[in-house]
Every structure is written in C-alpha cells, then in structure tokens.
C-alpha cells in the first residue's frame, strides 16, 4: 500500500516537473519571440505582416519541423533561412513552445 502510493506520487512528480519544463521553455521562447520574431509574426502569433505566416497554436512539433528544415537548408526562404540559422536546437524548443502554447479559435464563416 505505502509502496504504491510512493510509486504514485512519484509519477505524480514526474508529470509536474515535465509539465514545468513545457511551461519554462514556453517562457523562454516567449521572451526571445518578442525581441526576433514578433516583428513578422506579431507578438501575439498573428502575423503582422500581409506574407508571413501565423504561429499561434501551431502544432509544436511542426514549428520544430519548420525552424529546423530552414537551419539546415532542407527548406529555403531569404528572410526565415537566416534567421534559424543561428537558432540553437534548445532555442528552437523554446521558440516551438511559445507559439504551440497560444490559444486560437476559429469561427465557422
Ligand atoms: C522579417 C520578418 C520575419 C521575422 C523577423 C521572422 N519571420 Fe518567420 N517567417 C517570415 C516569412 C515571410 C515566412 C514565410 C517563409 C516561407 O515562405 O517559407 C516565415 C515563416 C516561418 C515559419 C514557417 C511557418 C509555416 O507555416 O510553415 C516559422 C516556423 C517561422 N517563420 C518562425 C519564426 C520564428 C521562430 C522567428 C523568430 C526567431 C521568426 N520566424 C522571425 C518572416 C519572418
């Protein structure tokens, strides 16, 4: 019985502290989107520009997809490729947090 409920709470920790790592990296990221990315995208993940693509509530995975195919080449784009070019694999991460953790709802039209 004790057993079981040191080997819940331990599970219960470990969850926490995964979750805490998302909402530190979300943090980080936010902080660097605001200085090189909200430019373009807005600093709210809705582009301010007419051809840069929204990335709130973008799948994270994807972003990370994205960010790196522009850091290494796999996708081309004059302003984007170097940009990522300089992004380390942890900024990526945090950068992908941030936008995937922006809420966005859509409206039927
Ligand atoms: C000067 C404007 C500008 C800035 C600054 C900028 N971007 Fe972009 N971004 C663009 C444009 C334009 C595109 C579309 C590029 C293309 O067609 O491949 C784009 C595309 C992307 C994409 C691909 C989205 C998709 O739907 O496939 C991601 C991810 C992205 N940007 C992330 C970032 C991040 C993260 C930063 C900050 C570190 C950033 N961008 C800074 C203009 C900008």
Avoid at 25 to 39: I, P, R, S, T, Y
Avoid at 88 to 101: C, H, M, V
Wanted: glycine share 6%.
């Amino acid at each position: 019985m004790m057993k079981k409920l040191t080997s819940t709470l331990i599970g219960v920790a470990a969850l926490l502290s995964g979750f805490q790592v998302l909402a530190n990296d979300a943090e980080a990221g936010h902080a660097k989107a605001d200085v090189a990315c909200a430019l373009c995208h807005g600093p709210n993940g809705l582009a301010s520009l007419p051809n840069a693509p929204n990335l709130a509530g973008q799948q994270a995975i994807y972003l990370k997809e994205q960010l790196t195919a522009y850091r290494n080449g796999r996708r081309q784009n004059d302003v984007m490729s170097v940009i990522a070019k300089n992004l380390t694999d942890a900024e990526i991460n945090q950068l992908s947090a941030w936008f995937s953790s922006l809420k966005v709802t859509v409206e039927m039209p």
